[in-house]
């Protein structure tokens, strides 16, 4: 079973950056694309980002623009730019496969306040 641990939330200000990372154990990580989800209070789960195993990428619109999905197969690390970030992208950040999913990390706290 891969064991995924999402870093680098934080609070930010409107129009601030941050970039997310998720370190995943195995080697399993390679064979697969890879999304981040977030969940926002009273929120279902949200798919923004992404990125398939050779690196093509999609975005939900609400990101489209202000996010980069990128990965690092050898490292077997996932990571997501964030640029531009609005209140509304307050949320929990989580990053898994497609699914039927792994099992979920913790996450990181992804806070868009002034």
Do not use: H
């Not at 195995?26 to 989800?37: L, T």
């Not at 609400?62 to 992208?89: C, H, W």
């Amino acid at each position: 079973q891969v064991q995924l641990v999402e870093s680098g939330g934080g609070l930010v200000q409107p129009g601030g950056s941050l970039r997310l990372s998720c370190a995943a154990s195995g080697s399993f990580f390679n064979f697969y694309a890879m999304g981040w989800y977030r969940l926002a209070p009273g929120k279902q789960r949200e798919l923004v980002a992404r990125i398939t195993r050779d690196s093509r990428s999609n975005y939900a619109d609400s990101v489209k623009g202000r996010f980069t999905i990128s990965r690092d197969n050898a490292g077997r690390t996932l990571y997501l730019q964030m640029n531009s970030l609005k209140p509304e992208d307050t949320a929990v950040y989580y990053c898994n496969k497609d699914t039927p999913f792994w099992t979920w990390g913790r996450g990181t706290q992804v806070t868009v306040s002034s």
